[in-house]
């Protein structure tokens, strides 16, 4: 070889190595937290789907496979590595796209990735494989890969601050508690009384609600439970008692004054005049309640 030949084929490798060079796409795990109840749960199925990226190769379906693999180590892309972890493979490659999905049980996954319950809250890494027939990882055409976290312990405790009265409702309102590294997704409300059939509940993602349907003088105990992201549920508040009561507010008189519900004026301006003195007529009643 000249010295001008292995000039340019010095300079041509880097340029051939690029050429060979992997970028992993992007697979998407549905629901992207898995709860407590997914170890065992014989019926809570995870869809996976993803996209290969690849500059290598010809994508060849009906030949090549997809091969999907959980695992709490990074997804290797070097040959020698010993696959562990499969959670589905022999996948068929329905086109040249190198795009596809796939229900899995939830705790097959958690499973493959050598977890329990009792591992604690860690994350799960999904590597999907474009492989040709035969074909292992280090000679894959294109690789996708994704995260799905597993939580196994629940929020924090909430503590109600307030329990107001309304009439045939309770307006509650709480603060976060502390203690766990699991935020709350969402709240449960739960009322319940002796003389009532109840369980009376609501759910929320703020941090204070008006449950209603209750009945007037009647005392509630109410309690608050936070639910993370996976459906872990935390323990009840300490409870708190509120006893809904009928309030005579602006509705109640507009009411008891003719007005009616349709449309919230009773017709045209005539109707947004009334409105206006009744709530005047409201203040006035409050204040003179006051004084008394």
């Known amino acids: 070889m000249t010295r001008s030949a292995a000039l340019i084929a010095c300079l041509l490798?880097?340029?051939?190595?690029?050429?060979?060079?992997?970028?992993?796409?992007?697979?998407?795990?549905?629901?992207?937290?898995?709860?407590?109840?997914a170890c065992t749960?014989?019926?809570?199925?995870a869809t996976i789907a993803w996209t290969t990226t690849t500059t290598t190769g010809v994508i060849t379906p009906g030949s090549d496979t997809f091969e999907v693999i959980a695992s709490t180590a990074s997804c290797p892309t070097t040959a020698g590595t010993t696959t562990t972890g499969i959670v589905q493979a022999n996948l068929a490659v329905p086109?040249?796209?190198?795009?596809?999905?796939?229900?899995?049980?939830?705790?097959?996954?958690?499973?493959?990735?050598?977890?329990t319950c009792t591992?604690?809250?860690?994350?799960?890494?999904?590597?999907?494989?474009?492989?040709?027939?035969?074909?292992?990882?280090?000679s894959q055409l294109g690789t996708a890969f994704g995260t799905v976290a597993l939580q196994v312990s629940p929020p924090a405790v909430p503590t109600i601050s307030s329990v107001q009265s309304g009439d045939g409702a309770l307006f509650v309102s709480w603060s976060a508690g502390s203690g766990s590294s699991v935020a709350a997704a969402s709240y449960t409300v739960s009322a319940t009384s002796t003389s009532d059939v109840g369980p009376y509940t609501a759910s929320t993602v703020n941090t204070s609600v008006r449950l209603g349907g209750l009945t007037n003088g009647i005392t509630y105990t109410v309690t608050v439970a936070a639910v993370s992201a996976g459906g872990n549920e935390s323990a009840k508040s300490a409870p708190a008692t509120g006893t809904p009561q009928a309030v005579n507010d602006f509705w109640a008189i507009y009411k008891a004054d003719g007005g009616v519900e349709q449309g919230g004026c009773g017709g045209g301006p005539a109707g947004a005049l009334s409105l206006l003195g009744l709530a005047g007529a409201a203040l006035l009643r409050r204040r003179r309640g006051r004084r008394a």
């Open 13 to 37: 490798a880097p340029i051939a190595a690029l050429a060979q060079t992997q970028t992993a796409g992007t697979a998407v795990v549905n629901p992207a937290t898995f709860g407590a109840s």
């Open 41 to 45: 749960s014989t019926t809570s199925v």
């Open 95 to 115: 086109d040249t796209t190198g795009s596809s999905s796939t229900p899995i049980l939830e705790s097959a996954i958690i499973s493959a990735a050598g977890l």
């Open 119 to 138: 591992s604690g809250d860690t994350t799960i890494n999904i590597c999907v494989y474009l492989l040709p027939p035969g074909g292992t990882i280090g």
